[in-house]
Every structure is written in structure tokens, then in C-alpha cells.
């Protein structure tokens, strides 16, 4: 395809510019064509944009409006305040939390949820589990969907911890760095917790 002319540079469509460079050059000048072109171009960039959406709606991780369709489907109460991601990550885990019981089945159920690795430990003697985020700092931010999902996923006789990772002093001592240079250096506790 060649470059676009001066003269129909002006067609901010951009299936209009397409249209347009399939039309017989003693068209370059012809305003009526441009505007037709523009028009009708229009129209199809709605189209496109329309039907790439839809397909989006296809896969959790693209979802945004037809989120509620999967909630549905996968029997989880709609929470249009949530933000999306956290939807998201309620849907992708009822997902991955199908099969028999197992560590690998809550760390994959969990790591929809922190955006990062999880182990699982089991302390059969006290007919419970733990739950460790090793990459997430903090609680991660919807919790109490992990907990719901969880306890949906595990037998009902066993408890289960949550354990989660802080940054402490230690961390920092090992980037052998004294409390000095850290406050010269003026970090936020996040940008802290990602230097150490």
C-alpha cells in the first residue's frame, strides 16, 4: 500500500484511509469520495473496536463488562465497587479451584489472588495448613476473597493460616545500608519495599 496522499491525509479514519487507498487514483481529489470514505470508514473503525471488545469478554483476563456473565456462570455474588482486576482474580481462582484437594490446588487458587508465588505448608498433626505470599508484601488487597475461596476449596475439618511477608529491619541490613544513608535518601515506605 502506498503512503496516503496530502489530500486525504485529512481522513481521521482509519479503515477511511483504507478504503480510500483501494479507490482508482483519479479519486486522490474528489472531497465527495473522501467524505464517503470518511463516513463509511467510521462506521467500520466502531465496528472493529466493537467486535474486539466482545472478544475480549471472552477471556477472564481481558474481561471487563462481561465479567458479570462469567460471575454468573460461576454462581459468585456481582460487586460492581470492586475494582475490576479484583473480579478478575475471583473468577480466574473458581477456575483453577476445580479437583482434588491439594497443596497445589490452594497455591494456584491463591496466586490468582496475590499476583505472585505462594507456598503451601501442611501441619497434619494439627489437621491445618499455611498459606505463605512470598512475593507479595503486605496483605494482599482483596483478602477476603482469597479467604472465601479457600475455605470454599478445603475440608471442612481443617483450619487453615495466612502468612504474609513485611518488610522488616533484617531485609535492610543485609543491603548493608545504615539508617543514615536511608533517611538522606528520602524513600516512601512502597518505594522502600521495592529497593529492599
Known amino acids: 500500500m502506498s503512503a496516503p496522499s496530502a489530500v486525504h491525509v485529512g481522513l481521521t479514519s482509519e479503515k477511511g484511509r483504507e478504503l480510500f487507498s483501494y479507490l482508482p487514483s483519479y479519486y486522490e481529489t474528489s472531497r ?18 466493537a467486535l474486539d471488545e466482545t472478544l475480549d469478554q471472552f477471556f477472564v483476563r481481558t474481561a471487563t463488562w462481561g465479567l458479570e456473565f462469567w460471575e454468573q456462570e460461576l454462581g459468585i455474588e456481582t460487586d460492581r465497587l470492586k475494582p475490576v482486576e479484583q473480579r478478575r482474580a475471583v473468577v480466574e481462582s473458581k477456575l483453577r479451584g476445580a479437583g482434588k484437594f491439594s497443596g497445589r490446588l490452594v497455591a494456584n487458587v491463591a496466586e490468582a489472588y496475590a499476583g ?19 512475593d507479595t508484601m503486605g496483605i494482599p488487597p482483596n483478602i477476603d476473597d482469597l479467604k472465601r475461596a479457600i475455605d470454599e476449596l ?9 502468612e504474609y511477608r513485611y518488610l522488616i529491619w533484617d531485609d535492610l541490613d543485609k543491603k548493608q545500608k545504615t539508617w543514615d544513608e536511608l533517611d538522606a535518601a528520602s524513600l516512601t515506605w512502597n518505594e522502600l519495599e521495592v529497593w529492599a
Open 154 to 162: 478445603k475440608p471442612a475439618h481443617m483450619a487453615v493460616e495466612y
Open 116 to 134: 505472585g508465588k505462594v507456598d503451601v505448608t501442611f501441619q497434619p498433626e494439627a489437621w491445618s495448613f499455611t498459606v505463605s505470599f512470598v
Open 32 to 49: 465527495v469520495m473522501q467524505a464517503d470514505m470518511q463516513s463509511k470508514g467510521s462506521e467500520m473503525d466502531l465496528l472493529y473496536q
